[in-house]
Every structure is written in C-alpha cells, then in structure tokens.
C-alpha cells in the first residue's frame, strides 16, 4: 500500500532532518543494506565457531587439565551455530515475503505492521 501524499512528505521531511543532523549517519546506512548486515553476521558466527573448535580441541587435546576451557569452547560453538541459523532463517523468510534485501523494504514492513487496520463499519 503506497503512503498519502501527507505521509510521504513527512517521511521526505523526517530524512531531511536526518541528513543535517548526522550525514555520517546517513551515509552507513545508504551504504549498508539489510543482507550485507546478514552476511556479515554470518561471517562472525563462522568466525566464532571456528575459535569454539579451536579451543575445544586445544584445550581437550593438549592441556586436559583445563576442561573448562574446553567446555566453554563448545558452549561457543553451539551458541554461535545457533546465532547462524537464526541468520539463516531470517534471510529466508525476507526472500519468500518480498525478495528484497534492502533497508527501505525493511521499513516498509515496519511501518505497515505499525499501521492500523481501517476501522470496519458495526454490523446490526
């Protein structure tokens, strides 16, 4: 549903406001989109994953007198596998709602959840 003319101006006026306030602001975010934030939490959960195995094996392997560590090494693993599917998920479910993977569709479906639904008439 496309926004009223009133809406949209108050929408131009609210990004105006923005780019004066903090450009810098206004900059990241026309420069980083929904999936590049995806992808790069994907990155850091491979990342950790991969730190988790590390010191699981190390510390199981070559110093078995600190278990903890070990321990806490798969805690790691199992957190950020976790943190990656979710990831995952989420990407999926944005590509089968709107095949978009940008900032202003992400608004848009904020916004339209925030909407209120038009007032339906009483029946008699």
Do not use: C, N
């Not at 306030?21 to 999936?35: F, G, H, I, K, N």
């Not at 903890?68 to 957190?79: C, E, K, N, R, S």
């Amino acid at each position: 549903m496309p926004l009223s003319p009133d809406e949209q101006r108050i929408l131009d006026e609210i990004e105006q406001r923005l780019a004066e306030e903090d450009p810098r602001l206004v900059e990241a975010v026309s420069r980083t989109s929904l999936y590049t934030h995806l992808a790069r939490r994907i990155k850091w959960s491979l990342l950790a994953f991969a730190v988790g195995f590390l010191m699981l094996m190390v510390f199981l392997m070559i110093v078995p007198d600190m278990l903890w560590v070990a321990a806490t090494g798969f805690g790691v693993m199992l957190i950020y596998r976790y943190l990656k599917q979710l990831t995952l998920d989420q990407m999926r479910a944005m590509q089968q709602q709107s095949g978009r993977f940008s900032l202003t569709g992400l608004l848009a479906r904020l916004a339209g959840r925030f909407r209120t639904p038009p007032a339906t008439p009483p029946s008699s």
